[in-house]
């Protein structure tokens, strides 16, 4: 509101809405109620635990004066397509449950992030709480973007989870990017570039130019298409290796 | 036209709805009755008269009207006061002692000459503060420290002696 881009007729205050507050994790499955603080996720043990990428994310969301009363769910609904939470709700296939007249319904992260500033979520119904899986036993993870300024919306934000199998070679590898089309985006070429790879110099090489067709956005005030290209494509490279080492050691970090 | 016949299309009486709320500021419990899209920062400006809380951006970027909110560091500009009834405020005006001593984190700011023109400091000290009350391990190396401070901006000093401040602060505190 104070960016100008929404003026509602009518605010509803839910932060005194009985049973939207808290973190819980339920078997593989870290459920996040819609009244829960960035900073609150972020420093949760168990969170930390079972999905240190979530933490890692946390550190580029803003500043910790805007995390302790930014909640999750409020980043997910508000829908940049620049922001780090939406992105990672779409890499790890997070669900987001909303309801309304009608009942209550679960909408895969996928489906619910429609376009920029838009949402799957119907107008009379609310999302209470988002879901997001705990990590692979064994899996690695990475998360950086690059941003004008530490804290600032990221210009390109990427996002990866791999395992390794007993020959060293990519299994299930997840690549997804924000702040290069209208919405959070799974990279799924490059995906396909690297899955059975022994994600050498080449293989890295390939998937970075397989992504270079998931950039849409056009140039803007913040930077040209092309250099988000370039931009997404060095991150890729960067950050699967990352990911790669920490999933070597079998164990989360 | 002449000047004189311009008038401004202000209106004189608001049509707002208006709430009743009840916070503790500082320690003293309030009660106002306010519109419902006054700005927590203008409340504690206008309605308390609490001017140390500055106003920059009012969008949430520059961090100068940072006050404690329920002990944590928050916009006050990205608060509707409204949304704080209930909260325990805490603002610059309550971080000295009464009969003037600085808090170590203001003793720290004015050794290191950690301010020029001190529009940014209070919300500087705010969130200072409230990191070191807040019991989470901090890094205080150069880039822990910018990374700290990243959501304040100042345009003076160059930030050189704001971090300089930081880690007098913890020094003073016993947290170096």
Redesign the interface.
Known sequence: MNFRVATPSLLVDIQHVEGLKGVAIEGDTIVIKAMTRHRELELDPGVRRVNPLIVETMQHVAHVPIRNRGTVVGSLCHADPSAEMPLLFVLLDGTLVATGPVGTRRIAAADFFQSFLTTSRSQDEIVIEARLPVLPEGAGFAFDEVTRRHGDYALVGVGCVVSLDGSGRAQNIRLAACGISDRPVRLKAAEAALDGSLLAAGDLAAAARASADAVTQMDDMNTSMSYRRRVLSGLIQRLVPIAASRARGGKRQ | MKRSAIRPSIPERSEDPRVEVSLTVNGHPVKRTVS?RLLLSDFLRHELGLTGTHVGC???VC?CC?VQ?DG????S????A??ANGCNIRTIEDVAAENGTLHPVQQAFKECHALQCGFCTPGMVM?VL??FEEH?PLDLSESGI???L??NLCRCTGYINIIAAVRRAAELLGRA
């Not at chain 2, 500009?77 to 509707?80: A, G, I, M, P, S």
């Open positions: 419902v009012e969008h949430g961090g940072t909110i944590k560091a928050g916009r500009c990205l608060t509707l409204v949304q969130n409230s990191r989470e910018r990374d700290l990243s959501g």
